[in-house]
T-cell receptor, first 114, second 116 residues
């Protein structure tokens, strides 16, 4: 049971570098999302998608890009990393049918920007 | 205004006792869902329990129950018979079905420590 898979788990970047956090799910979920977790601030939504070809901004989208070319994959791109983007990033998905539709989370990716 | 408020940054409980973690929410959406997640020190997010706004009864899942008081807009998590493995960060979250569709908004979390 792979569920939601995020890579890499750890990454150190220098200011100005770019990188992509990968997220893949094998549950055929329509909805996928990216959150960042910072101490004392809970999880904040960066971007989300309700299906292939559809993306939208969350609460803190600046500095991040996403695309959704397939149902399975939802990569998060940092075009020019800044120290303020040091955080733990979670990818999460859910099916749009069903009663509760809880989010299924990846294991997280810890990013440090120097 | 905060949509989800968890007023207890840290809580302590003795093993085998019950503990209540507070959560209040703010929404004008008539249809919404409330969730609790557990995050142990290893970092993964574990879904615990769900309560729908139209549910007549409080949700229960094993040792977890959700004390849903709609008029007060509170959705407190009750953990009975605490175990050492319950030590973790706990997050309350809300999904507003009409306002925000599938998006989930999280509170800041409560760090629970279970003492032996």
């Amino acid at each position: 049971n792979a569920g939601v898979t995020q890579t890499p788990k750890f990454q150190v970047l220098k200011t100005g570098q770019s990188m992509t956090l990968q997220c893949a799910q094998d549950m055929n979920h329509e909805y996928m999302s990216w959150y960042r977790q910072d101490p004392g601030m809970g999880l904040r939504l960066i971007h989300y998608s309700v299906g292939a070809g559809i993306t939208d901004q969350g609460e803190v989208p600046n500095g991040y890009n996403v695309s959704r070319s397939t149902t399975e994959d939802f990569p998060l791109r940092l075009l020019s990393a800044a120290p303020s983007q040091t955080s733990v990033y979670f990818c999460a998905s859910r099916g749009l049918a069903g009663r509760s539709g809880e989010l299924f989370f990846g294991e997280g990716s810890r990013l440090t920007v120097l | 205004a905060q949509k989800i408020t968890q007023t207890q940054p840290g809580m302590f409980v003795q093993e085998k006792e019950a503990v209540t973690l507070d959560c209040t929410y703010d929404t004008s959406d008539p249809s919404y869902g409330l969730f609790w997640y557990k995050q142990p020190s290893s970092g993964e997010m574990i879904f615990l329990i769900y309560q729908g706004s139209y549910d007549q009864q409080n949700a229960t899942e094993g040792r977890y129950s959700l004390n849903f008081q709609k008029a007060r807009k509170s959705a407190n998590l009750v953990i009975s018979a605490s175990q050492l493995g319950d030590s973790a960060m706990y997050f309350c979250a809300m999904r507003e079905e009409e306002t925000s569709g599938s998006r989930l908004t999280f509170g800041e979390g409560t760090q629970l420590t279970v003492n032996p």
